[in-house]
């Protein structure tokens, strides 16, 4: 069980030229904490989140933090990065982001032999038709795999 929150949480992210990429109540009024969440952005440099109240608050600031993650570089061939970034509500009700790290897919060549030894081991039942062999996961002999590094 947890308590409720009196107040929302919404994130807004900002443009490289400083203007508004957009925004996002991440904690609704009356949400139950401790909560975390998982939030996924697509970035070519670092990313900035500005945290604030989303309803009404007795007090002058409504503006909890602001935070940078980085560095963010764009991937090698030259499309945005996957930056995943955790963001938590604490059992006090304070607000911190948890973690960040970017997402990277890396191609790797599948070993011949690897694959020679796949054949080795199917089988086909003839009595009941001809059937096609497929490997899954391996398109033109290069197999994708997502790697993941923690900034």
Not at 75 to 93: L, N, Q, R
Not at 101 to 114: D, G, I, L, N, R
């Amino acid at each position: 069980s947890g308590i409720n929150a009196e107040y929302g949480i919404k994130l807004v992210w900002f443009n490289p030229d400083g203007t508004v990429g957009g925004d996002m109540e991440v904690f609704t009024k009356g949400h139950v904490f401790p909560f975390s969440k998982m939030l996924t952005f697509y970035r070519k440099e670092n990313l900035i989140l500005e945290a604030s109240y989303s309803n009404h608050i007795h007090h002058t600031q409504t503006v909890i933090g602001r935070f940078e993650i980085g560095p963010i570089k764009p991937a090698e061939d030259g499309s945005s990065t996957k930056v995943k970034v955790k963001v938590k509500v604490d059992i006090h009700g304070i607000l911190t982001v948890e973690s960040a790290h970017t997402v990277t897919k890396v191609q790797v060549p599948v070993e011949e032999e690897k694959k020679e030894e796949k054949k080795d081991t199917k089988k086909t039942d003839k009595k009941e038709g001809e059937k096609m062999e497929t490997e899954e996961g391996v398109e033109n002999g290069v197999k994708e795999e997502t790697k993941s590094k923690r900034k």
